[in-house]
């Protein structure tokens, strides 16, 4: 089923539903200025975190378009880039999106536009794939029959470009026969359950009831609803979930009943920069807000008020962050899960050398395949090929090439290569040794993310990055399982960035790419 953009591109100008106008009247907007969809984002004519990212991109391209090339355009886009940035500091989609399509200002409007024009296409692909494996989730913990789903705020086509995330999954779900009812809760204050989810879920004829909010609790508490699902304007690398306000209060009750609560999100909700919730920003709305009901006042004159319009639900309350991707593992679970698999091993493969042993890592089931997806998340969009370095890198190189369907490289050691190759030669803490690929396997148009197991010293990473810039393509960062921090192998490659899944100040063990 194909479902109708509530944001789009039409001659020129950005075209908006308006969503101050629902459910009385669907009013469309066309915004031909950065000062009106300014103004849109601050009063929620559009609104939900991967719309703002959406609605950010397309504003720097209205911008490009009139202040057209060269240096002094290019300072007006930008000025006009951080303030659609600043519209609304909690959703980080946003200034995601509105710097996703500034990198492109230098190649001119046309470039701009097409960034994104690309974000706005993939939108839909990527909150079903969202949708689709929180539903599966679901199914896998509760079994496949119709549930009851508590939902809060707006997170379908209104909130995305157009299936949504928490209430995609709902329709995933109803496609399948397997909804049989969402309570959604009003939304105080400015009902965006009560107006703009229920409006959604009416219109595809899913079965829905609106509560209050302070009724969910109590709902959940008498057995009354099967799953929890909600959004999230940011995710802090631990999984801390920025949401509207109410969310935390919702998961409390959950965690208390025993109900499963899921976040459902796709990658680009993530800031990995944010090691947890406590620096997320949490905008705070206007006091009109809460001070007027339909128009009329509704507390006494000079009354003070605090109208948070987020709060942030710590991850030990959410059981699963589910993405494009999959289940979202944090980093500090994945890497607690690494290290429950991996053990070190002294004076091996020579003496005085501490070898790091992941094959444990690659026996725990669906561990290979978390730590795929956490180094996707890292790397985001910026490769389009992988290079994995022989032996212990295929493993992980391989599960991320297959995650993003795109070209692997394998890196051996001289004499298993056929054909001609390119080579390079390192040094390890123990030996010396050479990797080589196939001359014709990268070239300009690719940008490549290096794959290995272990950064120790740094020497078989270097070595890789001569291969990629010899064969003319550009390095778009490394990803290893373990970084042994004390032989200060990050350092030695910087600026290159290297992310790694888990850090140890363990003795040392060898090299990466063990033999």
């Known amino acids: 089923m194909h479902v109708s953009r509530s944001i789009d591109w039409h001659n020129g100008h950005i075209r908006l539903l308006d969503q101050r106008a629902l459910p009385y009247a669907e009013r469309q907007l066309t915004i031909s200025t950065v000062d009106e969809l300014v103004d849109a984002i601050n ?78 296409a993939e939108d839909e692909r990527i909150n079903r794939s969202a949708a689709r494996n929180a539903a599966d989730w679901l199914l896998d913990r509760l079994g496949r029959r119709p ?61 829905v009831r609106l509560c209050p ?14 799953c929890v699902l909600v959004g999230a ?11 509207k306000i109410g969310t935390y209060p919702l998961a ?41 009901f339909a128009g009329q006042r509704s507390a006494p004159p000079d009354t003070a008020v605090y109208n948070p319009a987020f709060d942030v639900t710590p991850h030990d309350l959410i059981d699963a962050v589910v993405t494009e991707h999959g289940v979202y593992d944090t980093g500090d679970a994945l890497a607690r899960r690494m290290a429950d698999a991996s053990r070190l091993v002294p004076d091996f493969p020579a003496p005085g050398v501490g070898f ?14 978390a730590a795929a997806r956490s180094a996707i998340r890292r790397a985001g969009t910026a490769f389009n090929a992988v290079l994995g370095i022989e032996a212990r890198g295929f493993p992980l190189a391989a599960a991320v090439a297959a995650e993003t369907s795109v070209p692997l490289v394998l890196a051996r050691k ?18 010396a040794d050479t990797l080589e690929i196939p001359a014709d396997a990268l070239g300009p148009e690719h940008a490549v993310l290096i794959v290995d197991d272990v950064l120790a010293t740094g020497g078989t990473l270097t070595a890789a990055r001569s291969l990629v810039e010899a064969a003319g ?25 290297v992310d790694a899944l888990r850090r140890v100040p363990a003795p040392a063990p060898p090299d990466e790419g063990t033999p």
């Not at 190759?421 to 803490?429: P, Q």
């Open 43 to 120: 009063t929620l004519a559009v609104r939900g975190a991967p719309a703002l990212g959406i609605a950010g991109a397309l504003g720097v391209a209205l911008s490009a378009a009139r202040h057209g090339g060269g240096s002094l355009g290019e300072r007006a886009v930008r000025a006009d880039a951080e303030r659609l940035a600043r519209a609304r500091p909690t959703a980080v989609n946003l200034s995601a999106g509105v710097h996703r399509a500034l990198a492109a200002v230098g190649r001119g409007p046309d470039a701009v536009l097409a960034t994104a024009l690309a974000m706005l």
């Open 147 to 207: 549930l009851r789903i508590l939902t809060h705020c707006n997170t379908g086509k209104l909130a995305t470009g157009a299936w949504g995330t928490a209430l995609g999954t709902v329709r995933d779900l109803h496609a399948r026969g397997l909804v049989a009812e969402v309570l959604a809760t009003e939304t105080r204050p400015l009902l965006q359950g009560a107006r703009l989810t229920v409006w959604e879920l009416q219109r595809e004829s899913i079965p």
């Open 473 to 497: 393509a550009a390095v778009a960062g490394c990803a290893v399982l373990t970084e042994i921090t004390p032989l200060k192998g990050a350092e030695r490659l910087a600026p290159l960035r």
């Open 233 to 243: 304007d940011r995710i802090a690398a631990n999984g801390d979930t920025a949401n």
């Open 414 to 431: 001289p004499g298993k290569t056929p054909g001609k190759v390119l080579s390079a030669s390192y040094t390890s803490e123990y030996s």
């Open 252 to 292: 409390l009750a959950a965690a208390r009943h025993r109900v499963p609560f899921l976040v459902v999100a796709p990658t680009s909700t993530v800031d990995d920069s944010l090691p947890d919730g406590s620096t997320i920003r949490i905008e705070e709305r206007p006091a009109e807000e809460v001070l007027t």
């Open 356 to 369: 790091q042993d992941l094959a444990g890592v690659y026996r725990a089931p669906g561990l290979l395949r």
């Open 213 to 226: 909010d302070s009724a969910a609790a109590s709902a959940l508490a008498s057995g009354r609803v099967d």
